[in-house]
């Protein structure tokens, strides 16, 4: 069942919740082995929830709910009594003392958590593994990479674990481990899903959004993230509507531009082929498809510096402290950091309000921006990062992500569908950008791309062993 199904079905009383957890224990069981996709479950936990929410009287008018569909969380976000590693030697044995609001908010909704989903140390990079617990592999090749750093949520949803599941993103995070296993991942605009208390809480770099196998099941996974919170002080109020009921209502929209490499990213061929004809099915849903795109040729030094920033303000006192425990990559991003000038800064920001002014003025011709999610098909887990991609190489561990973060610097909601398969049998998907804030209009868009489409329908898989 997608999860919209199972929480109709719940919704309806033709299953439970214990019956769903328990279905759920027992594909993991099946399938973890091959996976490694949810290594830190709470099943005890989830039980007890559930058995409280059977207490509670349900009315039709009691706003949003899950009714009690299990779910995931990825292993960056603080689930109140469960296990909270952060893919770190550092916190390998940390036991979460208290819920993230967005956690708490999912719960409050009927969510119910079985598990944490793996993620790289920190979250960094777009390959899911970490010294404590493993490497997460893709279902459709076991041999392959699901993609980072939600690569635990994704497997998860594409091994059929779980209906629905969190990831973050600011790179890609959400994103690139959809295109490589086949399922959905949503980047929400900043401050559309309230979490925290964070320790940097007016950040706008890094998201929090809702993966799924279908564009619905992320549409109500939305829904039941979405509204302002006092403890995150970029919030935004929840929309006077659904998005769900978005996604049942499909839009014509007006011209669209593709781009098939965002003006500077090398491209392998079978993703070029497959995405181009991607986008000529949008000719179906919009008046033109034209190639076009604004201007991205700051877009690596706006990332990159500001990224760095980021990483030295979260990450400085663990160097100091717990040098040894960090992986390479992650002392290399926090030192970056901290040889920035305040004039490094000052230029990546400028650039940045540049680059968004550029965006408010192409949004004032097209209704959607759409481009490949990633460059490359899904590759073998054991690279920890591509140095090279069709002969350009790259000087540093997240610079084959550009794809997707070169969009993450316009704090725009972007959403990446499954678009096609490589003759090897791996998914790809296709990115969908709209306006600032109109999650809606890349719901709407990937709503009427996966309808005529078969994609969808290709998980769960039964892990692949090649």
Not at 37 to 50: E, G, S, T, V
Request: hydrophobic share 40%; net charge negative; with cysteine.
């Amino acid at each position: 069942m997608t999860a919209v199904e199972a929480v109709e079905k719940l919704q309806a009383g033709d299953v439970t919740p214990l019956e769903l957890i328990d279905a759920s224990e027992q594909r993991i069981r099946e399938t973890e082995g091959a996976v490694n996709a949810l290594p830190i479950q709470c099943f005890d936990r989830a039980r007890d929830h559930a058995k409280s929410l059977k207490k509670k009287a349900r009315h039709s008018d009691d706003g949003p709910s899950l009714h009690g569909l299990p779910i995931a969380i990825k292993d960056l976000t603080p689930v109140e009594g469960v296990r909270f590693t952060l893919g770190s030697p550092i916190f390998a044995d940390q036991i979460a003392a208290h819920s993230d609001i967005m956690v708490k908010r999912l719960e409050e909704r009927g969510g119910i958590v079985v598990a944490k989903a793996n993620t790289p140390e920190f979250g960094a990079g777009a390959q899911t593994f970490n010294e404590v617990l493993g490497t997460t592999t893709n279902p459709f090749d076991v041999s392959k990479t699901p993609g980072g750093s939600s690569g635990g949520s994704a497997a998860a949803l594409a091994a059929g674990q779980v209906w629905l599941a969190q990831g973050s993103d600011l790179g890609g995070s959400l994103r690139i481990p959809a295109s490589f296993t086949g399922v959905v991942g949503l980047r929400p605009s900043p401050g559309r899903v309230a979490h925290g208390p964070s320790t940097l809480p007016f950040g706008v770099g890094s998201v929090e959004g809702p993966m799924g196998r279908t564009v619905a099941d992320v549409a109500l996974m939305l829904d039941m993230m979405v509204g302002e919170h006092i403890a995150d002080p970029i919030s935004l109020p929840r929309p006077d509507y659904s998005y769900l009921d978005k996604v049942k209502a499909p839009r014509k929209f007006g011209k669209v531009a593709y781009s098939p490499n965002l003006g500077q990213c090398p491209i392998d061929g079978e993703v070029a082929v497959i995405c181009a004809k991607a986008a000529e099915a949008f000719k179906d849903y919009a008046t033109a498809v034209e190639e076009d795109c604004f201007d991205l040729s700051d877009g690596d030094n706006i990332f990159q510096t500001l990224r760095a920033a980021q990483f030295a303000a979260a990450h400085a006192p663990k160097l100091k402290e717990n040098r040894s425990l960090l992986k390479p990559d992650v002392i290399w991003n926090i030192e970056a950091g901290l040889a920035l000038t305040a004039n490094d800064i000052g230029l990546a920001q400028r650039q940045q309000g540049a680059l968004y002014a550029a965006v408010a003025e192409f949004f004032g011709t097209y209704d959607l921006l759409i481009a490949p999610t990633v460059m490359v098909p899904p590759f073998n887990h054991e690279i920890r990062s591509l140095s090279e991609v069709e002969g350009v190489k790259f000087d540093n561990y997240v610079a084959w992500l550009a794809m997707t973060y070169l969009l993450t610097n316009t704090s725009c909601p972007v959403i990446s569908v499954p678009c096609g398969m490589t003759r090897s049998g791996l998914p790809v998907g296709l990115q969908i950008m709209a306006p600032a804030h109109r999650e809606d209009l890349v719901l709407q868009a990937a709503a009427l791309f996966e309808a005529d489409h078969e994609y969808s329908k290709l998980v769960p898989i039964d892990p692949v062993l090649k």
